[in-house]
């Protein structure tokens, strides 16, 4: 069974430059998570899918981050305009419900210079 | 203070030695409690869930006192193949409705 598919693995990009990253979940997935990893920490949660409900976005920086699920499976996450501060690794994880199993996507390695 | 705390180590520790470390909570409302583990530049797959009662899988042990609000994670006759970071993960914020990770315990495993 294929895992959760990340795209690009890596992307370098100049501060003020869009950005987008895709995510495709393990197949039957409900869930869909965001998370951003800087080095040292543990992930932080940016958004919550359920099908393409955003349940939870609290976390996520509205005025330059943005994400949908569109047909409540494969999900975007666009950041516009970059920062420097933005470089980190940006995980996608899905799961079949909330309080089951999360498997996460090799990940996007951002950095904006 | 965080919601979920861990030592981040490193540890370093013997082939073959007893390691065990610790995360603590502050939602005491927390009903979800995972670890699971990160090797370097890979993402985070599930080592095991917590429960109540307390949970082993083979060299690992999990464990969770609610009163004092930690869970645990004791790793029996060390493998060189144990070396990663591992995440503690809890059901956090309001409602607990927010799985929340820690910030990583760095574990290395030497010859």
């Known amino acids: 069974e294929a895992g959760v598919v990340q795209s690009p693995r890596y992307k370098i990009i100049e501060k003020k430059q869009p950005v987008a990253f895709w995510c495709n979940p393990i197949?039957?997935?409900?869930?869909l998570y965001w998370y951003l990893q800087n080095l040292g920490q543990g992930p932080e949660l940016l958004i919550r899918y359920e099908n393409e409900e955003a349940v939870d976005d609290s976390q996520l920086p509205k005025d330059r981050f943005s994400a949908e699920r569109l047909k409540g499976v494969d999900s975007t996450l666009k950041i516009q305009p970059a920062e420097l501060g933005d470089s980190a690794v940006y995980l996608c994880a899905s799961s079949l419900g909330f309080y089951n199993e999360q498997f996460f996507g090799p990940g996007t390695r951002l950095t904006v210079l | 203070r965080k919601e979920v705390e861990q030592d981040p180590g490193p540890f370093n520790v013997p082939e073959g030695a007893t390691v065990a470390f610790n995360c603590t909570y502050s939602?005491?409302?927390?009903?979800?409690f995972f670890w699971y583990r990160q090797d370097c530049r890979k993402e985070p797959k599930l080592l095991m869930s917590v429960y109540s009662s307390g949970n082993e899988d083979g060299r690992f042990t999990a464990q969770l006192n609610r009163a004092s609000q930690y869970i645990s994670l004791l790793i029996r006759d060390s493998k060189l193949s144990d070396s990663a970071t591992y995440l503690c993960v809890v059901g956090a914020g309001e409602g607990a409705q927010k799985l929340v990770f820690g910030q990583g315990t760095r574990l290395t495993i030497n010859p």
């Open positions: 197949s039957g997935h409900n869930t």
């Open positions: 939602n005491s409302a927390s009903q979800s």
